[in-house]
């Protein structure tokens, strides 16, 4: 049985509002949040005195919002443009997500909608109502999905040229840039404490559950863990607030942070590790062997085997971007194949060590700049189906997987999506109408992508042709 249509969405709290906004007279301002099928998180900015009619009317966007490229233009291809007179949707707050931000000038704060017809009934083309889809399958199943994600990102020189390489930001203590791998590195960490300090009361006021904060493998990169959440749609929308986080307190200190899969020619990737246990109705871990053993339980086995048998068909979900497919190479800690294994990182799919109880898979191929919804909701919809066929997982992987493996990712973004646009998976558990739209979105974006002659080709042919 494929993915349950979400309910219709409850109404906002409007006393949240008011409380809010006697809690936090000094408030000028709000931003209220819409993220598109990237990730990019559009909006409007509104006077405080705005905020109560959001909650009690909601805000208007159209349609054509989920239907933008990284751009920001529109794609009429999608169907949501012209099909529909461009028309408004209401957007509503989403509970607890109306928090302070810390990092602006004056004092401001934000709010995450989400879309819905004008019935009420969730948008089909929200990124973060495919997401519900999908947990509501769960549910009906009486099952929950309990979720985290860590996320990777550098951050950089805010001063560049635009045809110019980014380069690591200056440290604010030391003056020099970070010029070596140092992972795990405390004095990389302390390089840049003002910024991660930043972050970390960001997410305090915020209600945003990060974890810890690691130096990763390349001068300037930083890996931020969320905690564990039964709720998988929260614990999405924690990470697009922890970007947005990240993103406001690096500028607040002079530099930029980049969640881009792969903004160094020589350097690893981001990545967007996503952690997955699901528990019964009881509130037993299926994954975990009642005996003890490290192995897990077939449930986990047939987990496996879900994501395996539909990986390429979601890689245009984890890998959105063309510069997401330069990430993809051997050695660089992404996979290659639909490969798993104990506690082994060179695998698409590892089962971590750990107490026997938390026994979960750590899913290991999306990009940074995956949107976070999309991703979570491609890989629980594989683990269900999984589980519900019965999926036979592939023998797992000791040692380098990048030596036993063959490659059979799909090498191009191009590819990917053909894989996608033709998933019946894809159609029946997130929609075939998302479907649609998703596909002719990134489609144009990567044709326009393609079409676009770089400084590289002048540079070896404008003489040599």
Request: with cysteine.
């Amino acid at each position: 049985m494929p993915a349950v249509a979400p309910t219709a969405s409850p109404r906002p709290d409007i006393q949240r509002a008011k409380t809010f906004l006697a809690e936090h007279p000094d408030i000028a301002t709000v931003d209220v949040l819409l993220p598109d099928l990237s990730g990019v998180v559009r909006g409007k900015r509104l006077g405080r005195e705005q905020l109560t009619s959001v909650f009690e009317q909601g805000a208007a966007f159209p349609a054509s919002v989920f239907c933008t490229d990284v751009t920001g233009d529109s794609v009429s291809a999608s169907g949501l443009v012209w099909e529909t007179g461009d028309a408004d949707y209401p957007c509503w707050p989403v509970p607890g997500t109306l928090v302070p931000v810390p990092w602006t000038g004056r004092p401001s704060a934000q709010v995450l909608l989400t879309m819905t017809e004008p019935d009420g009934t969730p948008f089909f083309a929200d990124p973060r109502v495919v997401l519900q889809r999908v947990a509501e399958g769960y549910r009906a199943r009486g099952l929950t999905p309990v979720v985290a994600l860590e996320l990777e990102f550098y951050l950089i020189d805010r001063l560049r040229d635009d045809h110019a390489p980014p380069i690591p930001a200056v440290s604010p203590v030391t003056g020099a840039r970070q010029a070596t791998t140092q992972v795990y590195g405390l004095d990389e960490l302390d390089d840049f404490e003002a910024v991660l300090d930043g972050i970390a009361n960001a997410c305090r006021l915020q209600g945003i559950p990060a974890m810890t904060a690691s130096a990763e493998y390349a001068p300037g990169q930083f890996e931020i863990n969320l905690t564990h959440e039964a709720d998988p749609v929260a614990a999405a929308d924690h990470a697009v607030l922890l970007k947005r986080a990240v993103k406001g307190v690096a500028r607040a200190n002079g530099m930029n942070a980049t969640f881009m899969a792969k903004p160094f020619s020589e350097e690893t990737g981001n990545g967007l590790h996503v952690h997955v246990s699901v528990l019964d109705a009881e509130g037993r871990n299926i994954f975990a062997d009642p005996a003890g053993a490290f192995h897990g339980t077939p449930a986990l086995a047939h987990a496996v085997g879900g994501l395996a048998s539909t990986m390429n068909e979601c890689m245009a979900l984890f890998a959105p971007t063309a510069n997401a497919y330069r990430r993809i190479r051997p050695e660089a800690y992404v996979p290659l194949s639909a490969c798993w294994g104990y506690n082994n990182r060179t695998c698409a799919f590892r089962v971590p060590a750990g107490p026997i109880e938390a026994t979960r898979i750590e899913h290991r191929v999306a990009g940074a700049d995956a949107n976070p919804y999309l991703a979570t909701a491609a890989i629980l919809a594989a683990m269900l189906h999984g589980i519900e066929t019965k999926a036979e997982a592939p023998p797992p992987v000791d040692g380098n997987a990048y030596e036993s493996q063959t490659p059979t990712v799909p090498k191009t973004w191009a590819e990917a999506l053909d894989l996608f646009q033709e998933s019946p998976f894809i159609g029946d558990w997130l929609g075939a109408d998302f479907r649609h739209v998703f596909h002719a979105v990134k489609e144009a974006e990567r044709r326009d992508f393609e079409a676009e002659v770089t400084p590289l080709e002048w540079r070896w042919y404008l003489n040599t042709a």
